[in-house]
Nanobody, 123 residues
Framework: VQLQASGGGLVQAGGSLRLSCAAS????????MAWFRQAPGKEREFVAT????????YYADSVKGRFTISRDNAKNTAYLQMNNLKPEDTAVYYC?????????????????WGQGTQVTVSS
């Protein structure tokens, strides 16, 4: 599975961005998809994940109520809608995929990664 993330950019606090993660490869629509982020000097952290059907999704407490993860299996694409962005959301955002795992909140669980897209939120 190959992943291509896009949609990052520079936005003012309170603004919105939508990230996209295009997947290609065998049966990519049957994988859990997730977004992680990594700020300078910090570890990569979980943001959100969504099941292959889109029926289940989970969020980090820091983004709950502001971010929404979704997917369109017909387009083999996952999305992360980010609203009410804050300066602390500034990071490189990575999409990831895995067929199944014991936990979906750890980056170590994911087998496939996109290249990352920079999100910068100015105050």
């Amino acid at each position: 599975v190959q992943l291509q993330a896009s949609g990052g950019g520079l936005v003012q606090a309170g603004g919105s961005l939508r990230l996209s993660c295009a997947a290609s490869g065998r049966s990519s629509s049957t994988y859990f998809m997730a977004w992680f982020r990594q700020a300078p000097g910090k570890e990569r952290e979980f943001v959100a994940t969504i099941s292959w059907s889109g029926g289940s999704s989970y969020y980090a407490d820091s983004v709950k109520g502001r971010f929404t993860i979704s997917r369109d299996n017909a387009k083999n694409t996952a999305y992360l809608q980010m609203n009410n962005l804050k300066p602390e959301d500034t990071a490189v955002y990575y999409c990831a995929a895995v067929r199944s795992a014991s936990t979906y909140f750890s980056p170590n669980s994911y087998a496939y990664w996109g290249q990352g897209t920079q999100v910068t939120v100015s105050s």
